[in-house]
């Protein structure tokens, strides 16, 4: 998402390079491997891809499917209600994880300049030093960049690396 929001911007780029420690999710052999679960995409969701423009809204809603009432079956005898359908509010679309996510890298593949944007797979970031301003990898390169974001979830080396730094 950020990336497609970076190279929509007016910032001058002259490389993006993506950083992914898991498989390409568009690979058929790792399906179901890790990013399995399917997502309710509800109004956050949303509105944080049509802040991009509504194009890859609608790319990543074919992608899903639209539901109105949602319960959570606990039991065969006990479930809650947890949406139903109501006058003017936009369904959710359920998607799975991976599709979001291929869905999200075909627009972006489509839309960027391959020459600027680079996606590496099955590359995780070992280590982020912000004085020096590189990063390392797995395979023990170091890089230079010039601005970092961290984008890697709950366990963030970024974030680690940040409060960490005087
Ligand atoms: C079972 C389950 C069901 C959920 N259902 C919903 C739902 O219905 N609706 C909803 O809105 N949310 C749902 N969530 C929450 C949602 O999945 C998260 O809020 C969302 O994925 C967070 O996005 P993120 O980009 O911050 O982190 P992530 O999705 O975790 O993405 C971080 C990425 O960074 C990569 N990464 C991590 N460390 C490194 C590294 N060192 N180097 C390189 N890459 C790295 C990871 O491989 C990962 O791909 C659910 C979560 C779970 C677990």
Redesign the pocket.
Known sequence: MLAHKLIESQLPINKLDI????SDPRDEQNLGASRA??????I??RTAIQTVDNELWNSVKKRGYECERFKLHLTPKINIKLRDKEEGVQPSVLIY?SDL?GQLLDELEKRADANVVNINFD????ELDLDESTISKSNGTQQQYDLIIG???????VRKSSSESP
């Open positions: 950083y992914e420690s898991r679960y399917a997502l309710g995409l509800g956050r969701g994880q996510c590359s995780p970031i070992t984008c890697d979830g709950a366990n963030s080396i």
